[in-house]
């Protein structure tokens, strides 16, 4: 078996709509394309050795055991690396069940595809089902070593590319609620919804997060003194650089038992608290220094410590943390009993789980030595053993939810104190013997405030009710359902995109928005260039949904970029698919038109059930992709008299139809003529009738997102598709006595939309200088050729400068032969190079003739024509 491409969908795809997360390997079986399961000996016996929970894969049988029963009457081997790599994956802890096998036209060369949380984990799933499969083929097994190495990497895989808990809490409300997210690549900030709605956050920071509040909430005794000025009550306390001003300022704080931290620490790293003597001192002076220059010594509160959560301006969860500490049974050492409490599946390293491993240090020693134990003590049943002096989860605390005791004057105190530090989200240290009693009844101390607090004490504590912190979070960034998204209108078809998404674009530029699109010539946000390129990928559209700046995203959307990763949102307001024809068939695996419309449904498929998908009435296969979606239709026509068209308008139904030289929408029994096509320059004059189905769709595109008609009217008027904007594409040149077109037309479909234009030039002779990229099927060159000798008078055979691979004038002998069928008599001549057929034919073209070009090099085309001192660039026929 062989590997020869792994590819990473992380969007709606070919395969699926609502699975986005998949893995595609396209898989050589080699040897093991004639070989069902069934006759590989002793492959059953090892497989289940290997893996024996594959038991719980139903397939198809429908039923426990399914997949193995599969395996055991024979079942190809991509069909099994398949669910190996499932399988793989749930071992690792990874919950995923959807995979799909599919042969390719290559006989012997699989996808098989399956899903993925993680995307280093799926591929590497994906690379290690395949050689666990060839071990046991090869070797009747798989080692055990072996087996537990790949598991252990994948969970380091899952665990390394984790977010954070409190992180996770929030993206999870915020998919609860429909809002999209995405991680921006850089200090783990997070995107919350699109464009101008977005809102962004790193771990528990805010965009609304200032950073005066951030600043000072770090500075402890900064803190203090602001939260003391304000008749808060704080511990008494000061800040030291020196060992000699130790003894002082114990006297200062009115002697032990003390408290002795880091000025700047967190975590609780570096700090002795309940300091008994000058011995203990002077270590705990030691230990801080290491974290931070500037010393705090305070008095010591006795009592239990609380974290308070405020949310914007409101107490959101109160928590208890206990220290970490153990509870005896009677027979175990305390390091035994370490040893089992950390064998809890839910405490792991740092801040990865909802607790963390009780390590010992230095304060745990001192500790035990004060309740006179050592490890290898044995505790009585149910006695506690306090291990650590501070309560930090991140030191092997656990936390106790006392939201419901919190006395409201404390609430009251805390949600004033964030409003005097600053902060959106706040995490209040609380030292108090008794939350359910005002502070200062009790002599309880606000120990610090902390900027971007833990939530995992919340979301899970130990004990108590979860609260869901991270909902008020969300209630914040989006309140009362704010939008968090942009529209998104996504434009896909064979031929068409670029011209539809540029003039979307412009109608919506009308209503005064900034629009962001992307295109086959670059990236746009309103009238500015963001990026030169072939942009109509996942990439590209992600540019756009994250700037800031952009309220609109209007995304060409090409089979290329649906293939290689999905789409790159997980639904649009609007899909529009223009038509379906023969384009790069027998690429990534696309061989059929119907596959390709597959593909292309994608567009219109992964749209939001209030949103609408714009479909071509006048292509089959895009009218039936209809059945394929949940989102309301909306038809566009060239074809006044159409059926669909008149059955889906009188339901109350809308669409956009090409009546009486008029683009109009009609929705149940009233028309709206939006404006002549003769008006509208896009449409030549009205002559280029695909321009004038691109001008419908987008209309109708725009006018289902609300766009009134007079601006969708003012957008047709004004949309000018000169060379500059649109090389390439129907680009028209008045050269005095004659005309010449330069169009990039590189396939069937589209040859015969030129040859519709091409049709109306009435004037005069009309003249081709054709041929097309080598990679084209032969059967393409000869429709070429066909169709040329249909609308021309006179062609010109040329081929491309780069002729992918094909013998140098094969295409143009195909050509030729298309032309023969039609007319064997046919005037026509045959000459290779670009550069000089382009010339010839400039060179004899009449009066009022129409010289149509489809160059390679479109910018070498028109820089041949105006060579000829062109009069004017034509962007309109009126
Ligand atoms: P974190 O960032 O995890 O909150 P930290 O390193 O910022 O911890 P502090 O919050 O200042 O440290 O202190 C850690 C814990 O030590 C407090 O939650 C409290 O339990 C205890 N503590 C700190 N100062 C005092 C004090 N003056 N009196 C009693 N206990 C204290
Ligand atoms: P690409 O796949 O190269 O990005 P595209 O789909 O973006 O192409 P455009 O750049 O808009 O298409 O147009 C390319 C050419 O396709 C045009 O110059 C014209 O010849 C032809 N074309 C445009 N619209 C249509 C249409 N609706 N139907 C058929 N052909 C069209
Ligand atoms: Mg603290
Ligand atoms: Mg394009």
Same mark, same amino acid.
């Not at 004639?34 to 894969?57: D, Q, R």
């Not at 044995?378 to 506690?384: N, P, S």
């Given at each position: @078996? ?20 998949? #893995? ?157 997210? %995405? ?17 962004? %956050? ?23 003194? #602001? ?70 010594? /305070? ?157 995992? %004490? ?111 949102? /997980? ?66 026509? @060239? ?51 695909? @321009? ?74 009309? #003249? ?22 249909? #609308? ?80 004017? /660039? ?5």
């Amino acid at each position: @078996m062989r590997i020869l491409k792994i590819q990473t969908l992380r969007g709606p795809n070919y395969w699926s709509i609502r699975r986005h997360k998949l #893995i595609v390997m396209r898989l050589d079986l080699e040897n093991l394309a004639e070989t069902p399961s069934n006759e590989i000996p002793g492959f059953y016996e090892g497989l289940v050795e290997a893996l024996p929970s594959l038991e719980g894969h139903y397939c198809s049988p429908g039923c426990r055991g399914g997949f193995l029963m599969r395996v055991r009457e024979g079942t190809m081997m991509g069909h099994i690396v398949e669910h190996v790599a499932l399988e793989l994956q749930e071992l690792a802890g990874m919950h995923v069940g959807f995979g799909r096998t599919r042969e390719t036209s290559t006989s012997g060369v699989y996808q098989v595809v399956f899903e993925y949380l993680n995307e280093e984990a799926g591929r590497y799933a994906g690379r290690a089902a395949v050689r666990l499969c060839q071990s046991i083929v090869d070797r009747g097994r798989y080692p055990k070593a072996e087996l537990e190495q790949d598991l252990q990497d994948l969970k380091d895989l899952w665990r390394d590319a984790a977010l954070g808990p409190s992180t996770e809490s929030i993206v999870k409300e915020a998919e609860k609620r429909g809002i999209p997210w %995405m991680q921006l690549g850089a200090r783990f900030l997070i995107q919350l919804g699109y464009g101008v709605n977005q809102k962004r %956050m790193q771990a528990t920071m805010t965009d609304n997060t200032g950073i005066l509040g951030v600043e000072l909430a770090c500075d402890k005794e900064a803190t203090k003194r #602001i939260l003391a000025n304000a008749g808060v009550p704080v511990p008494k306390g000061t800040v030291i650089n020196f060992l000699d001003d130790l003894p002082e300022a114990i006297e200062y704080v009115g002697g032990y038992p003390i408290v002795i931290k880091p000025l700047d620490g967190n975590h609780g790293r570096g700090i002795t608290i309940d300091i008994q003597n000058w011995e203990e001192a002077e270590v705990a002076y030691d230990a801080a220094r290491q974290i931070s220059r500037s010393i705090i010594v /305070e008095r010591y509160y006795k009592g239990r410590d609380h974290r308070v959560l405020v949310v914007d301006g409101k107490v959101v969860a109160v928590a208890e943390r206990v220290p970490a500490h153990v509870v005896g049974d009677g027979r175990s050492t305390i390091a035994e009993l370490i040893e089992e409490t950390n064998k809890d599946p839910n405490r792991g390293e740092g801040h990865d789980k909802v607790l963390t491993k009780i390590e010992l240090d230095r304060t745990s020693y001192q500790l035990l030595e004060r309740q006179g134990y050592t490890l290898d003590s044995v505790l009585a049943k149910d006695e506690i053993c306090y291990l650590r002096a501070t309560a930090n989860l991140s030191t092997g605390g656990i936390a106790v939810d006392r939201t419901d005791e919190i006395h409201p004057e404390n609430v009251w105190l805390a949600q004033r104190i964030v409003k005097i530090i600053g902060l959106d989200i706040a995490g209040i240290d609380i030292v108090t013997s008794d939350i359910s009693r005002p502070l200062r009844e009790v002599d309880g101390v606000i120990v610090e405030v902390n900027a971007a607090p833990g939530f995992r %004490m919340h979301v899970a504590p130990s004990q108590g009710t979860p609260r869901n912190v991270a909902g008020a979070v969300i209630d914040m960034l989006f309140p009362n359902e704010q939008a968090s998204r942009i529209p998104i209108l996504s434009v896909t078809g064979t031929n068409g995109k670029t011209t539809t998404t540029r003039l979307l674009a412009h109608i919506y530029k009308q209503t005064g928005k900034v629009v962001g699109y992307t295109t086959t010539d670059g990236t746009y946000i309103g009238d500015y260039l963001v990026e030169v390129g072939d942009n109509t990928g996942p990439q590209s559209a992600q540019l756009i949904l994250q700037d800031p700046t952009v309220e609109v995203a209007v995304l060409e959307t090409a089979r290329g970029g649906i293939l290689r990763s999905g789409l790159a949102f /997980e639904a649009a307001n609007v899909g529009v698919v223009l038509n379906v024809a023969a384009d790069h068939l027998g690429i990534g695996d696309i061989d059929t038109i119907d596959q390709l419309a597959h593909l292309k449904s994608v567009v219109a498929e992964a749209v939001y059930p209030d949103g609408y998908a714009v479909l071509n009435a006048d292509d089959p296969r895009v009218a039936a992709i209809a059945e394929r979606t949940k989102a309301n239709i909306a038809y566009f026509t @060239m074809n006044p008299e159409s059926e669909l068209v008149r059955n889906h308008i009188q339901k109350g139904a809308v669409a956009a139809v090409y009546e009486n030289g008029f683009l109009s929408i009609l929705k149940g029994d009233w028309t709206h003529r939006i404006e002549r096509a003769e008006n509208i320059p896009l449409t030549m004059g009205g002559r280029a009738p695909f @321009m004038i189905a691109n001008a419908l769709a987008a209309s109708l595109a725009a006018f289902v997102q609300n766009v009134s008609i007079e601006q969708i009217r003012a957008g047709l008027n004004t949309f000018r598709a000169s060379v500059s904007q649109t090389p390439g594409r129907m680009n028209l040149f008045n050269l005095g006595n004659f005309h010449a077109l330069v169009d990039y037309a590189h396939n069937p479909h589209s040859y015969e939309a030129l040859g519709s234009f091409v049709r109306n030039w009435t004037n005069g002779d009309r #003249i081709g200088v054709i041929g097309g990229p080598g990679d084209r099927r032969d059967q393409d060159f000869v429709a070429l050729g066909k169709l040329s000798a249909e #609308i021309f008078d006179y062609v010109i055979v040329k081929e491309d400068d780069d002729t992918r691979g094909r013998a140098r004038g094969s295409a143009a002998e195909l050509i030729i032969q298309g032309i023969k069928q039609v007319n064997p008599n046919y005037e026509f001549e045959a000459i290779l190079d670009e550069t000089q057929a382009i010339n010839k034919a400039l060179d004899i073209a009449p009066e009022n003739s129409l010289v149509v070009i489809l160059p390679e090099s479109v910018n070498r085309a028109i820089k041949l024509i105006k060579a000829r001192g062109v009069v004017k /660039e034509e962007v309109s026929q009126q």
